[in-house]
């Protein structure tokens, strides 16, 4: 079974810190590049942040020094680590791999993890 599991969303408070976690199943044996997304109540969702398999990076402007992408290749896990936490980063957060294969030599574009909801507020 194809899956992106996150963990590690819940409360924070305003100038906290969280750390998400993206697991690949065990299915899947190479993943490509990667990405957090959020989408908060009523808003569209949008790119936090991305990495690409050999660890460059790119964030979105509203979380540029606060926010610290990475993933473990060897888990093919990838993590948010959230400093600074605003109210405004209150979303639920999505990651995403572009193209990942299973051991089954099979490739998947566009892979969702379900989301998990990180809510800041005092």
């Known amino acids: 079974q194809v899956q992106l599991v996150e963990s590690g969303g819940g409360a924070g408070q305003p100038g906290g810190s969280l750390r998400l976690s993206c697991a690949a199943s065990?299915?899947?044996?190479?993943?490509?590049?990667m990405g957090w997304y959020r989408q908060a109540p009523g808003k569209q969702r949008e790119l936090v942040a991305t990495?690409?398999?050999?660890?460059?990076?790119d964030y979105a402007d509203s979380v540029k020094g606060r926010f610290t992408i990475s993933r473990d290749n060897a888990k093919n896990t990838m993590y948010l680590q959230m400093n600074g936490l605003k109210p405004e980063d209150t979303a639920v957060y999505y990651c995403k791999a572009n193209s990942l294969r299973t051991n089954k030599g099979i490739t998947y574009l566009g892979v969702w993890g379900q989301g998990t909801l990180v809510t800041v507020s005092t």
């Open positions: 065990e299915t899947i044996i190479i993943v490509n590049d």
């Open positions: 990495i690409t398999t050999d660890g460059s990076t």
